[in-house]
């Protein structure tokens, strides 16, 4: 079982509002990604961390969103101004290193609704 | 970019039939690395198996693939379904000139009924 851990499991947020989701990796796992998985079950890849560094992330993620992996606290993915289309599963992963053919471990996801 | 299809949004046998969930990908690196996710519904995704060797068969759980880099396929297999595979399954690359992110398909639904 994953021990990656996600809150809040569901979130609801009216258009405008600031969306925050908490996410702590698997101990041991620098590497932190997050994925928003829309209603027909897509996966788009929206920023990762290695500590508290980013590595890469979308164009979206950095126009309207803000994230973060702070040393000794949750990682988070904070949406700045809700819209309709954001209503999704966000999905944190973490894994053990950089490596391409490392495993990738994930959260039971936080449920946006956004309304 | 790299990109990863999967063909089927959507196969429904019946139980003890075979499984055979496509997966192609495009990446400008030779050496990719490949993987199947399985997401049981309310659950995780979570690692089914992973292959980088060519022409290499892995299996997991009943399950087997094998990376044919000649024609970039990486189709998940397994002999006899069951009602517990059901499930949605995502094929995934990965390589060493991007490691930073995984690149997910858009996922195949397996319905297995009785």
């Known amino acids: 079982n994953s021990k990656v851990i996600q809150t809040p499991r569901y979130l609801v947020k009216g258009q405008g509002q600031k969306a925050k989701m908490r996410c702590i990796p698997e101990?041991?796992?620098?590497?932190v990604f997050w994925y928003q998985q829309n209603k027909n079950n897509e996966f788009k890849f929206l920023i990762n961390?290695?500590?508290?560094?980013?590595?890469?992330q979308i164009d979206m993620t950095e126009k309207r969103f803000s994230a973060e992996c702070p040393s000794n606290s949750p990682c988070s993915l904070e949406i700045q101004s809700s819209e309709a289309g954001d209503s999704a599963l966000y999905l944190c992963?973490?894994?053990?290193?950089?490596?391409?053919?490392?495993?990738?471990?994930f959260g039971k996801g936080t449920r946006l609704t956004v309304v | 970019g790299d990109s990863v299809t999967q063909t089927e949004g959507l196969v429904t046998l019946t139980e003890g039939l075979p499984v055979m969930l496509n997966c192609t990908y495009q990446?400008?690196?030779?050496?990719?690395?490949l993987f199947w996710y399985v997401q049981h519904l309310n659950e995780s995704p979570r690692l089914l198996l992973k292959?980088?060797?060519?022409?290499k068969r892995t299996e997991h759980q009943g399950f087997h693939a094998t990376l044919h880099k000649s024609s970039s396929s990486f189709h998940l297999q397994k002999s006899s379904a069951q009602l517990s595979d059901s499930a949605l399954y995502y094929c995934?690359?990965?390589?060493?000139?991007?490691?930073?992110?995984?690149?997910f398909g858009t996922g195949t639904r397996l319905q297995v009924l009785p």
């Open positions: 961390f290695q500590n508290q560094e980013v590595l890469q």
């Open positions: 990446t400008i690196y030779s050496n990719p690395f």
């Open positions: 992963a973490s894994s053990l290193d950089r490596g391409a053919n490392t495993e990738v471990f």
């Open positions: 292959s980088f060797t060519d022409n």
């Open positions: 101990k041991g796992h620098p590497v």
């Open positions: 995934a690359l990965s390589d060493r000139a991007n490691t930073n992110k995984v690149v």
